[in-house]
Every structure is written in C-alpha cells, then in structure tokens.
Nanobody, 124 residues
Framework: QVQLVESGGGLVQAGGSLRLSCAAS????????MAWFRQAPGKERVFVAA????????DYADSVKGRSTISRDNAKNTLYLQMNSLKPEDTAVYYC?????????????????WGQGTQVTVSS
C-alpha cells in the first residue's frame, strides 16, 4: 500500500508558476500510475493530469493543457505537477492519486490511493 504526501502549494499571483510535489512511500513507486486532481471550494473534485505507470503516456484536462506538465522521478519516489501561467480559476486543493500498474485515467474512481491535498491559491 502506498502513502502519498503532497507539498508545494501556496499563494501566487496570476501569471505565476508553482511546482507541486507528491512524495510516495510504502510501495514500488515505479509500478503505479499517478494523477493530479483538484477541488475548488463548493465544487466536485476534477481531473487535472495523469501519467501512466511506465511514464510513457500523459493526459491533461483541457483547462490546464499547455500550461501544466506532469512528471515523475522514480529514483526520488516523487510525482510533480509544474503549473505555469496560473489563473484565479486554478485556485483549489490539489490531490495526487495512485493506481497500481494503471494507464491514464481521468476518473477519480480509477485510483486507489490519495494524498491529503495541498492548497493552491491564485490571486488576481
């Protein structure tokens, strides 16, 4: 069973950048498909980006495509989400999620393991 801990959130002005990290432990990180989701206040949790277990395929929500990059460092057991050109509508709690030997899924129900989330706030 893998445990996930997100970090890197914070307050940033519109147009700025952030890199979120998700540290994994308790499992063989390289065997897991990983994803980022986010939940804005009063809204449902939605898909942001995903990376399959081999690292060879990625998928992005239209809302972040071209502005964000998901990546992994298996040697450091860490998943990243680089976000650029941030907008106020990117404000949310960001969660990382994992699924054993998975592909790129955009449904939260496809993932078995979740972190506690990290807050991203983008001011206008």
């Amino acid at each position: 069973q893998v445990q996930l801990v997100e970090s890197g959130g914070g307050l940033v002005q519109a147009g700025g950048s952030l890199r979120l990290s998700c540290a994994a432990s308790g499992g063989t990180f390289s065997n897991y498909a990983m994803a980022w989701f986010r939940q804005a206040p009063g809204k449902e949790r939605v898909f942001v980006a995903a990376l399959n277990w081999t690292g060879g395929r990625t998928d992005y929500a239209d809302s972040v495509k071209g502005r964000s990059t998901i990546s992994r460092d298996n040697a450091k057991n860490t998943l990243y989400l680089q976000m650029n050109s941030l907008k106020p509508e990117d404000t949310a709690v960001y969660y990382c999620a994992a699924r054993y030997l998975g592909d790129t899924y955009d449904s939260e129900y496809a993932y078995n393991y979740w972190g506690q989330g990290t807050q991203v706030t983008v001011s206008s």
